[in-house]
């Protein structure tokens, strides 16, 4: 059931001297809040993605999994053991632009144009107006919003926004995503179609992409290995290994799979501790 | 924020609407006005030693058609023969031009006292006290102070003239809101889109530029419009007492002088005045036209 592994089987590595997309060694993080109290949000986390593999990271509320995502995209800082992304430092990862990122809100900036937001990284990155014309067409078409491209945040739905953000974090083709419950906000059919085309995407650019989500189908449906997590302090209790294909063969069918609702069952499992009970593939949230 | 699409496509009607409610007001308070004078007694509402109406006569309150009937008729004696409303508007301009002058200055020193605060915690906790205290020291202590130090001033053959003196007083009165609007609004982004900036590894000037600066905007617009009004209200009052010529506010003392004779003359730089608010905020309403697409919001998802 767990594993403690490099690469997935369905997502194998091309060359074994490939660095890890994300390599996190020995991870504590401790808060200190007001008069010196502690609080310990991540303890003793080990964690390895492969390139190209999707991981998600699943827990209940405060287990530290945004945290750890915090950590890996350098927006905080381990207090303990080390954080690598393709075999960099998390800062110089950074830096370099190794990732792409996308929150649970779109936070798209409202005074600029789904182009101007989609072009935004590649402006403060200085690429040139032709090649980011080319690139913001390209990743509309992606996401399917090319009708949209001159229309303001304010006049999106909430999915296309959200479809807005993750084609800007795709913007510089980063070779990983991290992404923090990102569907989190959206309402359960729009968080579905979503699902779909982000299975679609990843496939289609190669991206390793760390997910954080607290619903266990979300997590099965997109992922090749989850990653369980205890709160309190946050620990990793168990990785769970979901043998549903690869990316290119997910479809709206996979929901309705046995084989999807046994993983739904074992990640729930592992989440309670104990043998599943109440209706198989519902969500829990 | 949704007054943004509003204004980016008024419907024709609620134009027209706006500006009917517009005049009705003044139309009431002209009929309020009249009304008063022609019921009220004429020695005014009394209580005990207290006078909380005032007196009815011409002298007190003028009609209002003699008010406004007095701007084109000659200011006085002979050798003054142009119309009051000439005078007025000539008084009125040069007023506008030392106002503006005070609140683009005032704006720029707000503006960079806002960025220096935002920059610095430690600048915060030092500078923002002090920005609300020098709102409670009285404009007519500062005014022979600002004149005195300014006449020190000589580089070569720049000379320090008063109506600079007005200029830095009005930029006194201005620079306040800037200052604590634009800091409020240059920290109004989301930690999100501050992480999301630090996400992309760019610095502090970048993230000023291309985040902070357009999202100070709607926090911006009405501390501008505070800013302007001050700065009025800050060189009529700074003519007054630094004794600048030219102007509107030595004209309503000059017109004061004359109000037993003439009472419907001492409203005309009143008018005056309102009518450089009126441009100030017209300015500022167009500014804000101009920097609409820095005003909408977004609807969260």
Known sequence: MSEAPAASATQPVTATDVAAAVQVTGVDKVFVGKKKATVTALENIDLTVAPGEFVSLIGPSGCGKSTLLRLIADLDTPSTGSVTVFGKTARQARIDQEYGIAFQQAGLLPWRTVTGNIELPLELHKVGSAARKARSAELLALVGLSDFAESYPDQLSGGMQQRVAIARALAESPRLLLMDEPFGALDEMTRERMQTELVKITAETGAAVVFVTHSIPEAVYLSNRVVVMSPRPGRIRDILTVSLGSAAERNEQLRENEAFFENVSKVRELLHGEAPVGVRGVETR | ?301
């Open chain 2, 1 to 301: 924020m949704s007054r943004g699409s509003e204004k980016g496509a008024p419907r024709g009607n609620q134009t027209l609407r706006r500006i009917a409610f517009g005049a009705a007001g003044i139309v009431l308070l002209v009929v309020l006005w009249e009304l008063y004078k022609a019921l009220g007694p004429a020695s005014g509402v009394v209580v005990g030693d207290l006078t909380i109406l005032p007196r009815t006569t011409d002298l007190a309150m003028p009609h209002v058609w003699d008010m406004v009937g007095r701007l084109f008729e000659n200011s006085g004696g002979g050798r003054n023969a142009a119309p009051v409303w000439v005078d007025v508007l000539q008084a009125s301009v040069f007023t506008l031009g030392v106002a503006a002058v005070g609140w683009v200055v005032g704006v720029v020193v707000g503006m960079l006292l806002a960025v220096l605060m935002q920059r610095f915690r430690t600048a915060e906790s030092a500078v923002l006290p002090w920005i609300i205290l020098s709102q409670t020291v009285p404009l007519i202590a500062i005014a022979p102070l600002v004149r005195r130090w300014g006449s020190q001033l000589e580089f070569g053959d720049f000379t320090w003239e008063n109506w600079m003196s007005v200029a830095v007083i009005a930029s006194y009165l201005a620079f306040f809101p800037v200052s604590i609007g634009a800091l409020r609004g240059l920290n109004s982004p989301d930690t999100i889109h501050v992480e999301l900036f630090r996400s992309y590894g760019v610095g502090w000037w970048r993230t000023l530029f291309t985040l902070r600066l357009p999202a100070s905007v709607p926090y911006l617009l009405p501390a501008l419009r505070l800013a302007a009004a001050n700065a009025v209200i800050g060189t009529v009052v700074a003519e007054v007492s630094i004794g600048l010529r030219g102007g509107l506010g030595r004209m309503i003392i000059e017109f004061a002088q004359q109000a037993s004779g003439d009472p419907a003359k001492t409203w005309a730089p009143i008018f005056g005045a309102i009518a450089v608010g009126l441009v100030a905020a017209g300015f500022i309403a167009l500014l804000g036209v101009l920097l609409r697409r820095y005003r909408r919001g977004e609807v969260p998802a």
